[in-house]
């Protein structure tokens, strides 16, 4: 992802003023900060105390910031909740701040979001929970201050960026990302990247092929391993792609030559597991399943938060680790 791409995002998002207190606020009030959001200004919590968040691919970020959730929706793309109704990579912190999963649903539960008595609101993101809190904003604003994070923000980089504004932490942004960085830098040193291009295959619902362009997350981090994301975009004829752009469904006669990469990376998400896709005759005769060139990533690493992509580079590093 660009820096002009990421720097656009940051606009839409900007702290107007450090915390001070409002003008209007009478003796032992809060103090609050205004920020500039898609909706508008909004005076939000300089230090709130009980965040509700309407995305559970935005909790994570906010969970590592050590911001107080009083409840969140819990759902994460792909991702099973553990036996306590949380996604097993923030059910720990979850349960000790003693938060509360919100309802899934097709709509947003707003009595559910007014129970919590948040004192900032924030939502919005890539997936279906964007759509519901962007439909929903009129009435979430009336409960409590709402900040929006908008869906064309594609980046973990960009909506850890502006959650961490919209709870007054962004002092800790920098260290998190350099802390990514230097990540980076030494799985690049530490693998073998082998010849050739890559692909990245989903495994949705109904078992139709789907997948990542190359300049969507995933392939980006891929990119900057020193792998070569294939533009399988462009091989594909330049299809409608899914939701916010970061997915596609390849038709049967083009899955050939658009999946035909030496290397392929594969997610399970709400589809069928790899031993069933790669008994499948579309797939199996694909170069990276014949060659057992195919190589499986967690569902969080297709729209990973900060944790998430940590994670992923763990295990990047250790299925192609240069040998010694």
Request: proline fraction near 8%.
């Amino acid at each position: 992802m660009s820096r002009l791409r990421w720097a656009a995002g940051a606009v839409v998002l900007l702290a107007l003023s450090g915390c001070a207190a409002s003008p209007d606020a009478g003796p032992g009030a809060s103090a609050t900060r205004e920020i500039v959001t898609a909706h508008g200004t909004v005076r939000v919590p300089a230090q709130p105390k009980r965040i509700v968040v309407l995305s559970g691919g935005l909790a994570g970020n906010l969970y590592e910031l050590g911001a107080p959730i009083a409840a969140t929706d819990t759902r994460v793309l792909g991702v099973t909740t553990d036996g306590f109704g949380f996604p097993p990579a923030w059910s720990d912190q979850a349960r000790a701040q003693g938060s509360v999963a919100l309802p899934n649903g097709d709509d947003l539960n707003i009595e559910a979001v007014a129970a919590a008595r948040p004192d900032l609101i924030i939502g919005g993101g890539q997936g279906l929970t964007g759509f519901q809190a962007e439909s929903s904003y009129d009435n979430l604003a009336k409960i409590a201050p709402t900040v929006l994070v908008p869906r064309t923000v594609d980046t973990w980089q960009e909506e850890l960026r502006q959650v961490a504004d919209a709870v007054g932490r962004s002092d800790r942004v920098p260290g998190m990302l350099r802390a990514y960085e230097d990540k980076v830098a030494q799985v690049r040193a530490a693998i073998a990247v082998p010849p050739g291009s890559v692909v990245v295959l989903l495994s949705i619902a109904g078992g139709e092929p789907y997948l990542v362009p190359s300049e969507a997350a995933l392939p980006e981090l891929l990119r900057q391993l020193g792998f070569t994301p294939d533009d399988v975009a462009t091989k594909a004829g330049n299809p409608r792609r899914v939701g916010t752009g970061d997915s596609f469904r390849v038709s049967r006669e083009l899955l050939s030559q658009s999946a035909d990469a030496p290397t392929a990376f594969f997610i399970q998400l709400t589809g069928p597991p790899f031993a069933q896709v790669a008994a499948d005759p579309r797939f199996a005769r694909l170069p990276a399943f014949r060659s057992g060139q195919v190589h499986e990533l967690p569902q969080v690493s297709f729209r990973p938060d900060h944790a998430a992509v940590m994670r992923t580079l763990d295990l990047i590093e250790e299925q192609f680790r240069r040998p010694s």
